[in-house]
């Protein structure tokens, strides 16, 4: 199933008095652009946020779209579709966000992993690290379990690292065409380029990235696997990590990982990597002392994955603050990979709260 859909005649946000309210619009209704241009909102930041990396930026960007559309609607002739007029708006801005902050990365892809009996570095604050993305707002409700799972694939970390590395137009290309699945007709009216501009740009962007993501197929379409375990077997699992980490268990935590298994922290720089490197570090840190009770852990879905919101116990009045969201890769029942994303300012957008009582 193509995104494309959602622009179809039959699609709800489609209706015979379309034509009437965009000619509301057009005269100054602003309730009835909001009717037109709203049913967008969701896909436009996650097209955002694969361009960005960024959660933060996505949604900044998505608010200026919307302002640019509203301010030149008289510009729009009904040539291409509305939903590729905004696309073309949406474009437009985070490449000229791109043009200041190329790109974003992980910790694990920038550097080896560090020693735990050193301390870690200092937190790199500057606009750096790629940020969580909550499933909740990743497709619209009504979209096939199909088209969920083909935007799953292209949401995962990985596939977000290796995007970064591509120069922005050529980003911008492989994201409307490989995971659009616009026509290269489309794609160039976007873009405001040739069509065989675009198919340039498409072909050396798939070629850095087959050579950077090994879930890119010959053809251009991305493929990852299905988070593994699912269903009770994970909630099980999920349950078992949670109890650990608010009991302080280091060596139940430890148990779940695999002997590889990588941990990242940005703003950090540092990450760690193996069963033994990654106990020292909680133990010299987050489970440092009388840990019992320290920690509250909510669940969370983010980038197609597990993870939970870790809220930090507040000494002086007993209640639990927002510290980090923690995502987490199984590959199998083990824990391969689990990224903690300092970021308390992303609690809202997980639908979190700023404080649990004690």
Known sequence: MSLNTFDHPSHPTWGENRPATLAAALAGDAQAFAALAEPYRKEL??????????LEDAEDQVQET???????????????????????????VCLDVLARHPKRSLPVALGAPS??????????????????????????EAASPEARFETWESISFAFLIALQELPPRQRCALILGDVLDWQAVEIAGVMDISVSAVNSLL???RLTL?????GQKAEGRISISTPEPSGPRQKQLLERYLRAWETADIDGIVSMLTEDATFPMPPLPSWYQGREAIRAFILATSLAGEAVGRWRLLPIHANALPGFAFYVRDEANGSYLPFALQVLHFEGELLSDVTTFGTPGLFPAFGLAMALAG
């Open 115 to 140: 020693d735990p009996l050193i301390p870690p570095g200092q937190p790199v604050l500057e606009p750096v690290w790629i940020e969580p993305y909550p499933d909740e707002l990743l497709v619209p």
């Open 203 to 205: 072909h050396r962007a």
């Open 210 to 214: 087959k050579q950077r993501y090994p």
């Open 45 to 54: 930041l996650t097209h955002c946020y694969r361009m960005l990396g960024s």
């Open 66 to 92: 919307m302002l640019r559309a509203w301010r030149r609607l008289e510009t729009y002739q009904g040539r291409a579709s509305l939903r590729a007029w905004l696309y073309k708006i949406a474009t437009n």
